[in-house]
Protein backbone atom coordinates (compact mmCIF):
# COMPACT_ATOMS: atom_id res chain seq x y z
CA UNK A 1 0.00 0.00 0.00
CA UNK A 2 0.71 3.85 -0.03
CA UNK A 3 3.54 5.23 2.39
CA UNK A 4 5.32 8.01 3.13
CA UNK A 5 8.91 7.79 4.46
CA UNK A 6 10.34 10.42 6.21
CA UNK A 7 13.89 10.67 7.34
CA UNK A 8 15.77 11.49 9.88
CA UNK A 9 14.07 10.43 12.63
CA UNK A 10 15.75 12.87 14.90
CA UNK A 11 17.93 15.50 14.44
CA UNK A 12 20.40 17.47 17.14
CA UNK A 13 21.48 20.74 15.67
CA UNK A 14 22.91 24.09 17.51
CA UNK A 15 21.11 26.97 17.24
CA UNK A 16 22.24 28.99 14.13
CA UNK A 17 22.66 25.79 12.34
CA UNK A 18 20.89 24.34 9.36
CA UNK A 19 18.32 21.53 9.46
CA UNK A 20 16.41 19.61 6.58
CA UNK A 21 13.97 16.43 6.71
CA UNK A 22 12.96 14.53 4.13
CA UNK A 23 10.02 12.47 2.88
CA UNK A 24 9.52 9.89 -0.28
CA UNK A 25 6.27 8.68 -1.23
CA UNK A 26 6.31 4.80 -2.91
CA UNK A 27 3.41 6.68 -5.51
CA UNK A 28 2.93 9.74 -7.31
CA UNK A 29 1.22 12.22 -5.02
CA UNK A 30 -1.59 15.07 -5.77
CA UNK A 31 -0.27 17.06 -2.89
CA UNK A 32 1.70 17.18 0.16
CA UNK A 33 1.48 19.07 3.46
CA UNK A 34 3.85 19.99 6.31
CA UNK A 35 2.86 20.36 9.78
CA UNK A 36 4.92 20.83 12.87
CA UNK A 37 3.89 19.66 16.69
CA UNK A 38 5.68 21.27 19.81
CA UNK A 39 6.06 18.78 22.44
CA UNK A 40 2.92 17.86 24.03
CA UNK A 41 0.70 19.58 21.53
CA UNK A 42 -1.12 19.13 18.39
CA UNK A 43 0.04 19.16 14.68
CA UNK A 44 -0.26 22.73 13.17
CA UNK A 45 -0.49 23.37 9.43
CA UNK A 46 3.01 25.07 7.97
CA UNK A 47 2.01 25.21 4.20
CA UNK A 48 1.24 23.30 1.11
CA UNK A 49 2.48 22.39 -2.19
CA UNK A 50 0.77 21.14 -5.19
CA UNK A 51 2.55 21.40 -8.24
CA UNK A 52 5.45 19.58 -9.55
CA UNK A 53 8.58 21.05 -8.54
CA UNK A 54 6.90 23.90 -6.71
CA UNK A 55 9.20 25.91 -4.33
CA UNK A 56 7.77 27.78 -1.13
CA UNK A 57 9.49 29.61 1.15
CA UNK A 58 8.25 30.88 4.59
CA UNK A 59 10.96 33.39 6.58
CA UNK A 60 13.50 30.73 7.09
CA UNK A 61 11.93 27.78 5.69
CA UNK A 62 12.20 26.42 2.63
CA UNK A 63 9.90 23.24 1.18
CA UNK A 64 10.33 21.76 -2.36
CA UNK A 65 8.68 19.26 -4.14
CA UNK A 66 9.81 16.69 -6.38
CA UNK A 67 9.56 17.10 -10.02
CA UNK A 68 7.82 13.59 -9.80
CA UNK A 69 5.73 14.61 -6.75
CA UNK A 70 7.16 11.60 -4.83
CA UNK A 71 9.35 13.49 -2.69
CA UNK A 72 9.38 16.83 -0.39
CA UNK A 73 11.95 18.56 1.67
CA UNK A 74 12.02 21.16 4.06
CA UNK A 75 14.75 23.18 5.01
CA UNK A 76 15.39 25.68 7.83
CA UNK A 77 18.04 28.05 7.68
CA UNK A 78 19.73 29.30 10.58
CA UNK A 79 17.62 27.65 13.43
CA UNK A 80 16.51 28.39 16.90
CA UNK A 81 15.45 27.08 19.69
CA UNK A 82 11.12 28.22 18.83
CA UNK A 83 12.06 25.64 16.14
CA UNK A 84 11.88 22.73 18.09
CA UNK A 85 9.57 20.25 17.89
CA UNK A 86 8.38 17.46 15.13
CA UNK A 87 7.95 18.26 11.72
CA UNK A 88 5.37 15.68 9.71
CA UNK A 89 4.87 15.36 6.15
CA UNK A 90 1.48 14.22 4.98
CA UNK A 91 0.91 13.14 1.49
CA UNK A 92 -2.09 12.92 -0.18
CA UNK A 93 -2.53 10.20 -2.61
CA UNK A 94 -5.51 10.75 -5.05
CA UNK A 95 -7.44 13.35 -6.64
CA UNK A 96 -10.68 11.66 -5.24
CA UNK A 97 -9.29 10.68 -1.65
CA UNK A 98 -9.37 13.12 1.27
CA UNK A 99 -6.81 10.33 2.94
CA UNK A 100 -3.61 11.78 3.88
CA UNK A 101 -0.35 9.62 4.30
CA UNK A 102 1.74 10.88 7.53
CA UNK A 103 5.17 10.23 7.45
CA UNK A 104 7.11 9.28 10.39
CA UNK A 105 8.06 12.69 11.93
CA UNK A 106 11.49 14.35 12.35
CA UNK A 107 11.89 15.54 15.85
CA UNK A 108 14.56 18.65 15.98
CA UNK A 109 16.52 19.65 19.05
CA UNK A 110 17.62 22.86 18.89
CA UNK A 111 20.82 23.48 21.38
CA UNK A 112 21.20 27.38 22.36
CA UNK B 1 -11.45 31.96 17.43
CA UNK B 2 -12.17 28.08 18.71
CA UNK B 3 -10.47 25.58 17.10
CA UNK B 4 -11.14 21.78 17.01
CA UNK B 5 -11.93 20.73 20.97
CA UNK B 6 -11.54 17.07 21.64
CA UNK B 7 -12.87 15.63 25.07
CA UNK B 8 -11.42 14.24 27.19
CA UNK B 9 -8.05 15.24 27.08
CA UNK B 10 -7.52 11.73 28.82
CA UNK B 11 -8.99 8.22 28.92
CA UNK B 12 -8.21 5.68 31.57
CA UNK B 13 -10.28 2.22 30.78
CA UNK B 14 -9.64 -1.36 31.35
CA UNK B 15 -9.35 -3.40 28.83
CA UNK B 16 -12.42 -4.66 27.63
CA UNK B 17 -14.72 -1.94 28.27
CA UNK B 18 -16.15 0.45 25.97
CA UNK B 19 -14.62 3.67 25.41
CA UNK B 20 -16.05 7.59 23.32
CA UNK B 21 -13.96 10.46 22.00
CA UNK B 22 -15.79 13.33 21.64
CA UNK B 23 -14.66 15.70 18.42
CA UNK B 24 -16.35 19.66 18.22
CA UNK B 25 -14.82 20.54 14.58
CA UNK B 26 -14.72 24.15 13.87
CA UNK B 27 -17.85 25.63 13.33
CA UNK B 28 -19.15 25.61 9.31
CA UNK B 29 -16.30 23.06 8.64
CA UNK B 30 -17.48 20.31 6.07
CA UNK B 31 -14.52 18.21 6.01
CA UNK B 32 -13.56 16.05 9.65
CA UNK B 33 -10.54 13.75 9.82
CA UNK B 34 -9.66 10.73 13.12
CA UNK B 35 -6.44 9.65 13.74
CA UNK B 36 -4.33 7.34 15.80
CA UNK B 37 -0.93 8.47 17.18
CA UNK B 38 1.34 6.30 18.64
CA UNK B 39 4.03 7.40 20.43
CA UNK B 40 6.71 8.62 18.50
CA UNK B 41 4.88 7.85 15.18
CA UNK B 42 2.90 10.23 12.35
CA UNK B 43 -0.38 10.20 12.61
CA UNK B 44 -2.41 7.51 10.87
CA UNK B 45 -5.60 7.52 9.42
CA UNK B 46 -8.44 6.34 10.55
CA UNK B 47 -11.63 7.76 9.04
CA UNK B 48 -12.68 10.80 6.85
CA UNK B 49 -16.35 12.60 7.12
CA UNK B 50 -17.71 15.29 4.47
CA UNK B 51 -20.70 16.41 6.44
CA UNK B 52 -22.67 13.59 8.02
CA UNK B 53 -21.44 10.87 5.25
CA UNK B 54 -18.74 8.87 6.16
CA UNK B 55 -16.67 8.61 2.63
CA UNK B 56 -13.70 6.84 3.74
CA UNK B 57 -13.61 4.28 7.01
CA UNK B 58 -10.46 2.21 5.41
CA UNK B 59 -7.93 3.24 8.31
CA UNK B 60 -10.07 1.51 11.38
CA UNK B 61 -8.31 -1.11 12.61
CA UNK B 62 -10.97 -3.39 13.29
CA UNK B 63 -14.65 -3.59 13.70
CA UNK B 64 -14.42 -2.56 17.47
CA UNK B 65 -13.69 1.10 16.17
CA UNK B 66 -16.71 2.87 15.00
CA UNK B 67 -17.35 6.62 14.13
CA UNK B 68 -20.39 8.70 13.35
CA UNK B 69 -21.12 12.32 12.84
CA UNK B 70 -24.77 12.09 12.68
CA UNK B 71 -26.04 16.06 12.02
CA UNK B 72 -22.71 16.78 10.24
CA UNK B 73 -21.08 18.54 13.21
CA UNK B 74 -20.04 16.65 16.20
CA UNK B 75 -18.13 13.55 15.93
CA UNK B 76 -17.72 10.40 18.71
CA UNK B 77 -15.68 7.75 17.73
CA UNK B 78 -16.53 4.53 19.59
CA UNK B 79 -14.11 1.67 20.54
CA UNK B 80 -15.86 -1.79 21.78
CA UNK B 81 -13.80 -4.25 24.45
CA UNK B 82 -10.78 -1.85 24.45
CA UNK B 83 -7.25 -4.11 24.13
CA UNK B 84 -3.95 -2.69 25.68
CA UNK B 85 -2.85 -1.98 21.42
CA UNK B 86 -5.67 0.62 21.45
CA UNK B 87 -3.76 2.60 23.72
CA UNK B 88 -2.44 5.95 22.14
CA UNK B 89 -3.54 9.32 21.29
CA UNK B 90 -6.51 10.11 18.91
CA UNK B 91 -6.49 13.21 16.93
CA UNK B 92 -9.29 14.68 14.95
CA UNK B 93 -9.15 17.43 12.62
CA UNK B 94 -11.51 19.62 10.46
CA UNK B 95 -11.01 21.23 7.30
CA UNK B 96 -13.18 23.86 5.50
CA UNK B 97 -13.94 22.25 1.91
CA UNK B 98 -13.96 19.02 0.83
CA UNK B 99 -11.37 18.98 -2.25
CA UNK B 100 -8.65 17.72 -0.05
CA UNK B 101 -6.41 20.61 -0.69
CA UNK B 102 -7.52 22.88 2.68
CA UNK B 103 -5.21 22.80 6.24
CA UNK B 104 -6.20 20.18 8.51
CA UNK B 105 -6.91 21.62 11.82
CA UNK B 106 -5.89 19.59 14.94
CA UNK B 107 -7.36 19.17 17.95
CA UNK B 108 -5.20 18.78 21.21
CA UNK B 109 -6.72 14.80 20.96
CA UNK B 110 -7.46 12.50 23.19
CA UNK B 111 -4.84 10.26 25.43
CA UNK B 112 -6.45 6.45 25.93
CA UNK B 113 -4.58 4.30 27.78
CA UNK B 114 -5.95 0.84 28.52
CA UNK B 115 -4.92 -1.08 31.95
Known amino acids: GQQVMQIPQYQHVQEGEDFTTYCNSS?????IQWYKQRPGGHPVFLIQ?????EVKKQKRLTFQFGEAKKNSSLHITATQTTDVGTYFCAGRGGYNFNKFYFGSGTKLNVKP | GAGVSQSPRYKVAKRGQDVALRCDPISGHVSLFWYQQALGQGPEFLTY????????KSGLPSDRFFAERPEGSVSTLKIQRTQQEDSAVYLC?????????????FGDGTRLSIL
Open chain 2, 49 to 56: FQNEAQLD
Open chain 1, 27 to 31: TTLSN
Open chain 1, 49 to 53: LVKSG
Open chain 2, 93 to 105: ASSLVRDGNQPQH
